[in-house]
């Protein structure tokens, strides 16, 4: 199994991007996968999470109603779609596959991961 992240980069804060993980060696409907994030000075956090059953979405209280997460089944690719985007947001992104998702402190995350992608740098400044 492999994950390829991309599609970070820089933006001015209410600015959008798309991050994209293509898999290999799996497919993307048939694994819960999702995203965190990891700022400078910071853990890394759950952001978002897709079940592979029913594909339901989770998401952390500070991205909700500005991020979605979605798959696309014939690109074998996860995506976040990332819009009104703030300075908090500035965090290396990484997507993962484990076995469910959990929503608990307002914190959506991938549980039992077992397998992470790269990080791809999203970075939100004026």
């Known amino acids: 199994v492999q994950l390829q992240a991309s599609g970070g980069g820089s933006v001015q804060p209410g600015g959008s991007l798309r991050l994209s993980c293509s898999g290999s060696?799996?497919?993307?409907?048939?694994?819960?996968t999702g995203w965190f994030r990891q700022a400078p000075g910071k853990e890394r956090e759950g952001v978002s999470c897709i079940s592979s059953m029913d594909g339901t979405t989770y998401y952390t209280n500070s991205v909700k109603g500005r991020f979605t997460i979605g798959r696309d089944v014939a690109r074998n690719t996860i995506y976040l779609q990332m819009n009104s985007l703030k300075t908090e947001d500035t965090a290396v992104y990484y997507c993962a596959t484990g076995r469910w998702c959990t929503v608990g402190a307002g914190v959506a995350r991938v549980r039992r991961v077992d397998y992470w992608g790269q990080g791809t740098q999203v970075t939100v400044s004026s």
């Open positions: 060696g799996f497919g993307v409907d048939g694994l819960v």
